[in-house]
Structures are given as C-alpha cells and as structure tokens.
C-alpha cells in the first residue's frame, strides 16, 4: 500500500462536518417505584412465611418421642389409601 493513498483517504474523512450532539437540559427527574396492593400483599406473605419456622414442633415432637420410644404405630390401610391417592394426584 502506498502511504499517499492512505493519507488522501484520511483527508477525506476529515473534510466531512461531524455533527456534535446538543446537550440536553439539565432537569429535575427523579425514578419512582409504585408497588401494586397485590404486591404488597405478596410481601407481606413472604415476610409471614420466612418468620415461621420450618418445622412445627408441637406437632412433631410427639411423634418424635412415639418413635425413640417404639410405640409408633402405623396402619398399613391408611397408608396405602394415602399412597395411592398421592399416585393418583401425581397423574
């Protein structure tokens, strides 16, 4: 490449008028957030749910103590009616 043809090249993009972006005004915006009652009611729901705990010891701790004991029974009917109704709600 010959340094002449470069230099005419970079001539001609000099010689074109580049616009300059106007500046814009200064003004007072300012970014709001409205959050919906629906949003607000899931919020609050979310705040309930991870104040709670994860486990209900009123309710586990007897059958708990039933089972370190061996006094823990089981039916072998309502387990299976509650396993098949499971299956049933799983298709």
């Known amino acids: 490449m010959r340094i002449e043809s470069y230099t005419q090249v970079q001539q001609l993009y000099r ?3 580049t616009v300059k972006a106007e ?3 200064k003004g007072s915006f300012s970014d709001q957030l409205q959050i919906s009652n629906m949003g ?4 609050t729901a979310k705040q309930a749910v991870a104040n709670t705990p994860d486990i209900r010891e009123e309710i586990t701790a007897p059958i708990k103590s ?3 004991e061996g006094t823990y029974q089981v039916s072998e009917e309502s387990l299976a009616a509650k396993l098949f109704q499971k ?3 799983m298709r």
């Open 87 to 89: 299956y049933n709600e």
């Open 40 to 43: 607000k009611d899931i919020q």
């Open 66 to 68: 039933a089972v370190q």
């Open 23 to 25: 500046k814009t005004a």
């Open 15 to 17: 010689t074109k008028n």
